[in-house]
């Protein structure tokens, strides 16, 4: 079981024993004793309720559980739920991040199953040539190609065939990993619509971002104009960064002119969804014929350069 697999079942039980109006000490110890949990979650379980029974911040056991590692932004989170005494609400948004984050893992994994066969399959086909005398005895021979001229031909065309396809995968990667603009709106939208200030949620979208990442600077210096008394679009101007005014400059306006501030980053997360969910949705379907016009460039490679010129010589003769 992987850590955020452990995560997600972790907050699903304690999710649905809160729900049932019991304590967070009293969840915490049912997950603990369960039979049907995994172990590691029973550890952690055990550990946070003991943790809570000595007067421990559920914040700061969960910081420090050595069972299962939870994210600054799990733990922030987590932090503003013993504030606002919302932790049913809050540990639904976590348990929906958390399924977010575990379904975009595996999509990813799955996205590249096609690329990753296809490089293992010209390699073996590179392999296989190289190593056709030892295979088909004489058949470099009667193909009259030089075995030292055929394997550099060969490893510099599987470097290219190779390099275009690392190209073509940090692309997909791209596309298909996690959008953290997007959680970020979304995480600062839920906090703003639970009475949570939006200097503290741009604070929040930062923690998500990262605090030293491009973007995480963008919210740090809204936060700090909007602590200041300025406005959203003006807080958010200061960051300088033109993708993100670009992709928030009319939420904004609008959220200005309305007055319904609190639900601004919602709908700029809405907005970032939709986006995301057309870019991954054209690279899906470019990534195959990709694939099959590298593996035809390589193929191309080996026919001109060691085919080609043996033909060539043949009809000569």
């Known amino acids: ?26 969840a915490l110890k049912i997950i603990g004793s369960s039979r049907v949990t995994d172990k590691k979650i029973r550890n952690c379980a055990e550990y946070l309720a003991d943790s809570v029974e000595n ?57 590249l199953v096609y690329p990753l066969f296809v490089v293992f399959l010209v390699l073996c086909v590179s392999v296989l040539f190289l190593f056709s005398d030892e295979i088909f005895p004489g058949s470099m021979f009667l193909l009259g190609i030089d075995k030292r001229e055929a394997a550099k031909t060969v490893f510099f065309c599987f470097m290219t065939f190779l390099f275009l396809c ?7 990667l791209h596309f298909m990993g996690e959008d953290r603009l997007y959680e970020a709106f979304l995480a600062g939208g839920f906090l703003s619509c639970n009475g949570i200030n939006m200097a503290q949620a741009c604070n929040m979208a930062s923690v998500v971002l990262g605090i030293d ?33 670009k992709k928030i400059e009319l939420a904004l306006l609008l959220a200005e002119e309305t007055g319904n501030k609190n639900k601004v980053f919602l709908k700029i997360a809405d907005s970032l969804k939709k986006e995301n969910e057309r870019n991954r949705k054209y690279c899906l379907t470019l990534v195959e014929p990709a694939f099959i016009v590298l593996t035809g460039i390589f193929v191309l490679g080996i026919v001109i350069n060691l085919v080609l010129p043996v033909v060539s010589d043949s009809v000569i003769m």
């Open 55 to 111: 007067g421990t911040a559920f914040s700061s056991a969960v910081r420090t559980c050595p069972y299962i590692t939870f994210d600054n932004v799990y733990i922030s989170f987590i932090s503003f739920s013993e504030e606002s005494g919302n932790l049913n609400e809050t540990l639904d948004f976590l348990l929906d991040r958390t399924i977010r984050k575990e379904e975009n893992r595996n999509s990813l994994f799955s996205a």
């Open 213 to 245: 990442s491009k973007f995480g600077k963008v919210f740090q210096k809204a936060r700090e104009g909007l602590e200041y008394g300025m406005d959203l679009r003006t807080a958010f101007s200061r960051g300088n960064d033109l993708k993100v005014q």
């Open 166 to 172: 690392s190209a073509v995968i940090i692309l997909l």
């Open 1 to 26: 079981m992987t850590n955020l697999h452990g995560v997600r079942i972790f907050t699903q039980n304690l999710k649905e024993l809160i729900e049932e109006k019991l304590t967070l000490y009293q």
